[in-house]
């Protein structure tokens, strides 16, 4: 295998490209990107850069020494356009068609967007940049979508000292990934920020003064950020008799088809340890995924499943937000330590008979941690909390 490309220059590209560097693969390496800048890190966006505390030059996820030590072809700025697996060429929007032996697809995702124009979203830098200029004490601010960024980004906006109407479709935020109750207490620090949360309120456009809501409402505000999730990042790959569905699919062991393989926040893998496809859309797990389809491309015949625990975390205001697992389609939540009234808590998700995940807010890291390897072994749900006095539990 003499010339591997990976379409993605960010986190889940770099990691592979370093990785298949670190296992000794010394031919062709490309890697394609999008953006103009070098590989970044996104986490920070609604946090740091947009509360105006780091430059953006913070961002790089490497030094301009240490890409070069990688020995890239670097084609940033372009993006992928067409994907043949019979001759195994990539096409970029500038016309360029790059063979490969080994093809890595990172190409992420994208915001959704609502009709209408003039609202910001938060994806790139740019994106962060352009919402930061616009925040000032006094300035209205409507965030569509209370999931994680919205959150994230309304913490920061009031910060900064915005007024802040938070909107979300569903009765209670985040309740989908982290079950009711602790979806309504992390709901009630934005109200204790004085948000103006509104639970239950579709938004059926962007306007050039605010939002419309779906029931004909107007809601007046100088800025809006839309922030009602992603989507993976594809359309380029139509046509190329892969699969598609909510992402690319793939195998245990990050393939999607012979010689292409995928990772980060556009691969909707089969993982062995909960038994069943997921795709992930955290910093974190997007580098895990980069080395492993590296390692996995590289030497097909000692591959091995990719099968790890999720890890995410969120800061809003002064709320440090962390979580192991797979959580989503749980059954029941018990909190195992702490007090979800006084925000400071550990809550353990069960699915079937097994512990799938934790979340912890306000809760020392070694708290968390050996709930990861429990996670990881698969430890039944009994087991799991029988010795740690759970302080509520419900469904």
């Known amino acids: ?4 490309l990976i379409v993605g220059a960010s986190a889940a590209g770099l990691a592979a490209a370093e990785t298949l560097r670190r296992q ?3 031919g062709t390496l490309t890697l394609v990107g999008d953006e103009p800048e070098a590989p970044y890190d996104r986490p920070p966006l609604s946090k740091q850069i947009l509360a105006g505390e780091w430059h953006p030059d913070r961002l790089a996820l490497r030094e301009q020494s240490d890409l070069a030590a990688l020995d890239l072809d670097l084609r940033l700025g372009t ?3 067409a994907l043949e697996p019979a001759d195994r060429t990539v096409t970029l929007a500038d016309g360029a068609r790059i063979p490969y032996d080994g093809l890595i697809v990172a190409t992420g995702v994208r915001p959704r967007r609502l009709p209408g124009e003039g609202a910001h979203v938060l994806r790139t830098v740019d ?3 352009a919402l930061r ?4 004490p006094g300035r209205r601010l409507i965030v569509v979508g209370a999931g994680f960024l919205g959150a994230e980004a309304a913490a920061v906006a009031r910060g900064l000292g915005a007024e802040v109407t938070l909107l979300e479709p569903a009765p209670v935020p985040l309740a989908h990934a982290v079950g009711e109750e602790v979806g309504r207490v992390l709901s009630t620090a934005h109200l204790d920020h004085g948000v103006d949360l509104r639970t239950g309120v579709g938004v059926s456009e962007v306007t050039e003064d605010g939002v419309r809501l779906a029931d004909g409402e107007l809601l ?6 839309v922030a009602v999730g992603s989507s993976p990042n594809t359309e380029w790959l139509a046509g190329s008799g892969l699969t598609l569905n909510d992402g690319l699919v793939c195998d245990e062991y990050c393939a999607a088809a012979p010689y292409v393989y995928a990772a980060g926040d556009v691969a909707r893998w089969y993982n062995p340890l909960f038994g069943t496809r997921m795709r992930i859309e955290h910093r974190t797990h997007a580098a895990e995924q980069g080395m492993a389809a590296a390692r996995n491309l590289l030497a097909p015949d000692a591959r091995k499943p990719f099968a790890p625990v999720p890890y995410f975390w969120s800061d809003q205001y002064d709320m440090k937000i962390q979580a192991y697992g797979y959580l989503r389609g749980h059954d029941e939540v018990a909190v195992v330590e702490g007090d979800l009234t006084e925000r400071r808590f550990l809550a353990a998700y069960r699915t079937g008979d097994r512990l799938v995940g934790v979340l912890a807010v306000g809760m020392p890291p070694k708290a968390i941690r050996r709930w990861r390897q429990a996670i990881a072994v698969g430890t039944a749900w009994h087991d799991a909390v029988a010795g740690a006095a759970p302080a509520a539990e419900f469904t």
């Open 220 to 225: 007046d505000a100088e800025e809006v950020l």
């Open 133 to 136: 200029d616009r925040l000032a």
């Open 1 to 4: 295998m003499r010339r591997i």
């Open 79 to 81: 993006a992928a356009t």
């Open 127 to 129: 994106d962060a940049l």
């Open 24 to 26: 000794g693969y010394d």
